[in-house]
């Protein structure tokens, strides 16, 4: 599924609110028939069982929504695909309960994801290779070149963070099966989803074969066993002995950093939490982020990041915003990597003059769902977080919350390399965000669709989500998104479809299991049982 173009897109509806309908009218030309029915077949080595055209994508039903839809306060309702097609949420689900007459228990889901990916690319995967590779004893880097290398984004993998005592229930096995076969599966075996346990025992010595055993047997579900890696604080600590910090929250990353190191062929991975809800195709909705992340372009990028895209104040158009930005920080924004005296910057040479469509085209190192805003002056509580840098706070910095991410392996190991032989690291929230910002990688905040409760005037909330800085407007002191030194700011994030405060993203997921018809959005969090 394709990024649309901005200029198919004309809004007519002025009042926006959460639950209130907004048309939205589109210079659409093509018709499209009230059903649609997804055409691409899958082969045989991509079904779950030969014979069972269960989890096959002809089951996927979507249905014309133009003037359903809602305008969401900020974001662009395409960038997680098209607006005009919604995929009900009962065709992707129902199929997947215990009550379906299958045995879903019985699957073995990293097998067959294996068995997909190896048809589909001439690939020999053996079985359980993915657990010994998993359990080897931490080994030196290789070389230089081999870790840095830039992959040609090939292969994908969907890392899913989930912990030992997480309750496998019945509403959320339906979820994680339909996830891994519309990311793995039905797209035929680019994206591999595995999931990382965090053991929460420090104590518990994960080496030990038999004791690894057993926790996999006790904490992981048998269906998902071969497609799960278990770590916990000290295996972070055996691999990150200069890093203080081996927590859950504020290295968030540590253990992806490993994963990505043992699994070289992922030239990417993505970060989801297990409450984190698609209601567009899993694959297709991932896939349509990563191409508006390829299509931006390097200048004002850094700018662009660091704040929130409301629509309605650009005549919906994200082109209009970008060209808001460029008028506004003319050829003063970041341009390259910033310099610092900590490493040499692995990132592309910039082009000397500050022009033109550098970065167009060129595959994301680092995808963000949230503004990257520069931590300095907002009274954040991890303001200061930042150790083992030569200019300790004077470090230029960035910082997005919710660690839903893709990432490149090389971003991954040049934060792994800089923790593991320098001890440099930031919390969770600012390690990749920095790491890119200093290397003159390219990130991209994918401004995707989120739906605010509060009615405000949209210039009042304008001013109040965008209140920071030129480069960082997202920010400046205490944005109301941030927990800060003294605690909550009020805000308009209260009630919001990406914002775990008042349960809206865990409505909106209801209603549309219910059967509303919901544009491609990230629904976070929802933590139905
Ligand atoms: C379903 O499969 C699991 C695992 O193979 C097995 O233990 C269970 O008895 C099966 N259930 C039914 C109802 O056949
Ligand atoms: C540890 O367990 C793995 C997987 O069950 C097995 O392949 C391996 O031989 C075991 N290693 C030792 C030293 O027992
Ligand atoms: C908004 O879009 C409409 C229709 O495409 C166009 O006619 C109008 O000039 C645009 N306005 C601005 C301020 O860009």
Redesign the pocket.
């Known amino acids: 599924m394709h990024y649309l173009p901005v200029t198919r897109r004309v809004i007519l509806g002025t009042a926006i609110a959460l639950f209130a309908i907004v048309s939205l009218v589109y210079q659409s030309s093509f018709g499209l028939s009230s059903t649609l029915v997804s055409s691409s077949a899958t082969s045989a080595a991509c079904q779950v069982w030969p014979s069972c055209q269960g989890s096959s994508p002809k089951q996927l039903r979507y249905e014309d929504c133009r003037g359903i839809s809602k305008s969401p306060q900020v974001g662009d309702v395409n960038s997680l695909g098209s607006p005009l097609h919604c995929l009900l949420a009962s065709s992707r689900l129902d199929q997947y309960h215990s009550a379906s007459g299958r045995n879903w228990t019985e699957v073995r889901w990293g097998q067959v994801q294996r068995r997909c990916a190896a048809h589909e690319s001439g690939l020999s995967l053996l079985e ?1 290779q993915s ?2 590779t998993w ?1 080897r004893p931490a080994e030196l880097r290789q070389t230089e070149a081999e870790t840095l290398s830039k992959g040609n984004g090939d292969r994908v993998a969907v890392v899913l963070r989930t912990w030992d005592n997480y309750e496998y229930t019945e509403k959320r096995l339906s979820w994680l099966r339909a996830l891994i076969v519309e990311a793995a599966l039905q797209r035929e075996g680019k994206y591999q989803v595995y999931f990382l346990v965090n053991i929460k025992d420090p104590n518990v010595d994960l080496e030990d ?2 004791t ?2 057993l926790f996999l047997l006790k904490v992981v579900p048998e269906e998902f066993r071969d497609m799960a890696l278990l770590f916990n604080e000290r295996t972070l600590k055996t691999w990150y002995p200069r890093v203080q910090e081996h927590g859950a929250q504020d290295q968030m990353y540590q253990a992806l950093q490993i994963f990505s190191h043992k699994f070289q062929q992922y030239d990417y991975v993505w970060q989801l939490e297990m409450d984190l809800r698609f209601t567009g195709h899993v694959h297709d909705t991932l896939q349509s982020a990563t191409e508006f992340a390829r299509t931006q372009r390097r200048r004002n990028l850094w700018e662009r990041n660091g704040r929130f895209y409301i629509p309605y104040l650009y005549n919906n158009s994200y082109d209009a915003f970008s060209s808001a930005v460029d008028a506004e920080i003319g050829d003063t924004g970041v341009w390259g990597p910033v310099p610092t005296s900590d490493f040499v910057s692995q990132g592309p040479q910039a082009p000397s003059r500050i022009k033109g469509n550098w970065g167009v085209g060129e595959e994301a190192d680092l995808i963000s769902f949230m503004p990257m805003i520069d931590p300095v002056g907002t009274n954040w509580i991890y303001e200061d977080g930042i150790h083992g840098f030569t200019e300790s706070t004077a470090t230029p910095r960035r910082a997005a919350i919710v660690s839903i991410t893709r990432s490149s392996r090389r971003l991954l190991q040049l934060v792994s390399n800089a923790q593991r032989e320098r001890g440099q690291w930031l919390v969770s929230e600012a390690t990749l965000e920095t790491f890119s910002l200093l290397h003159g990688l390219k990130a991209v905040t994918v401004p995707h669709p989120i739906y605010f409760a509060d009615e405000m005037k949209i210039e009042k909330f304008d001013a109040e989500i965008n209140k920071g800085p030129l480069h960082s407007k997202a920010g400046g002191y205490a944005p109301s998104m941030l927990y800060m030194k003294d605690g909550w700011q009020a805000g308009p994030w209260w009630k919001a479809s990406y914002w775990f405060t008042a349960g809206a993203a865990a409505e909106m997921w209801e209603a549309y299991t219910e059967g509303q018809h919901l544009p491609p959005m990230l629904l976070h969090p929802v933590k139905e049982k």
């Open positions: 359980g657990h010994q359990r074969n038999a690894y055993e």
